[in-house]
């Protein structure tokens, strides 16, 4: 029980100190409705369109700019330089996983927005993960970053079930 606690608190931790500016720049185009699509409207030898039309320049550039903030707020607050550089390519490595998740998601025929589990959810993580781990970062313990990746998981479903409840979502999920 104390080790479950523990490792709760822990990843929490984690998330809120190392994974604040992947989480904003994950969740700041979400605001957009329309932009230029990154692969502009270009297909694969498969027929489907590269990423669709819900990966865009201004995604990318909301998400940079919203996740670059947040590292340099961070790393002031915190008095620590190291979380410029985590923070800056936590953002980054974030939308290139949710890019390349949606890659994948195409290539299975899965239209922009159907949604496909797990892989919708921790996309940006694992982007964001790898990408600082390039430039040092370690997590502290690999059951926080487990249980991290578990309270994304959960904390989506229930911010969707809310959404769906207050008639903001048309599906609970
Ligand atoms: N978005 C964007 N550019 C990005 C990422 C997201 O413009 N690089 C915007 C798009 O309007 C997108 C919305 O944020 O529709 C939600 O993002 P996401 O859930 O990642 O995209 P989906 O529409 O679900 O598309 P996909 O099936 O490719 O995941
Ligand atoms: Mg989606």
Redesign the pocket.
Known sequence: MVDIISIFIGSVLILMRDFIAAMVA?AS???????TP?DRGRVFVDGRRL??????????F??LFFGYTVAVAESLLLNDSHYIIYGMMGALGA?VG??V??FF??RLG???????PIV?QL?FYIGAAAFMWLVGWRPPRISYFLGAALIIIIVHRLTNYLAYRLHLKDVPW
């Open positions: 994950n185009p979400v605001f957009l409705n329309r932009g990154i990423l669709g039309d819900g990966k865009t320049f201004e995604g990318y909301l998400g939308l949710d890019s998740s949606s998601k195409r899965l239209k922009r927005g159907a949604p496909l919708d996309d």
